[in-house]
């Protein structure tokens, strides 16, 4: 398959939607139903699949589980779309992919920061915000300036790294914090945020990232990994801080800066276990890492992720 930029792929959302409306197969934490199970999946891997040497790869094959899975179970036929995001970065809020009839509904309204329009409208999620277990519809808060870290240029900035983990430490900082913190609420938790189906087009525009910048130096970088295998959303993070030329507002992304909203609870409660980091011998993401699904699709290890031309088949449409 080849991914595609959203706007050649209108029939997703409807795909997507088709989703919410069947029900579990894997029973997952919370989880009432496919579409839930993804979310679900994630929560329990939080804690290891962010600011590890294994959050791309993670990404990588849980996004592709995604597309499986639509086309299995809702008909889809399409490739998987993503969001260019270096597009519309500082005005998400004029995307397309916002569009109420076309896209995935708009920006939250009220006091609730509920969407009131488009093919999750009405949808309720069990799960979230964080670990908790709460049905609510989906928020969102657009944030063009948060977007800003999106930009062609900060993009740019990472595909010009020489090196795996400074490459990943910046993608995941920059680009990746924008679209989370452009869209806000439900994205912007980084441990619930697979509740809102835009996740899934941001992370694969940061998978085409990783994909080009692989492209361009592939004899090392399709078997170069690296950096810490145990991670976690509340540590301070070993890369590059949002890009210092465009300083961030008070409090992003969320984490009780000064001047800034309290962050998201992200203390573990007793029923969802602690992740085990499976197949490194010490403390270093290694080939050898496997990425757990729960059930989701059969685990993997890094090494076999990262060649989108091995068994996940697919390239990139730019």
Known sequence: MVPRPIKTCPEQPNATNNSVSKPTKLHLRGSRTIFDDFQSAHILQTEIV???????PYHRLFVWAHEEALRRECGYRGAQPYWNETLDAGSFSAS????PVTGFGGNGVGASRCIAAG????YTNPLGPGHAMADHRIERTITDFVSWAGHARYAQRCLAKSGWVSFWTCVEDGPHSAGHGGV????????????DPLLYMHHACLDMLWATWQAANSAVRLTEMGGKNRGDVATEFPGELFPTDIPPPPGFPGFGGPGGPAGPDLTRPADVPEPIVIGDAGSTTTLSHVLQMNGLTADRTVGQVMNTLGFLHYVYDQ
């Open 50 to 56: 962010h600011h590890a040497g294994q959050f791309l």
């Open 96 to 99: 397309l992919l916002l569009d």
């Open 119 to 122: 093919p999750f409208a009405n």
């Open 184 to 195: 806000g609420a439900q994205m912007g938790n980084p441990i619930s945020s697979p509740g």
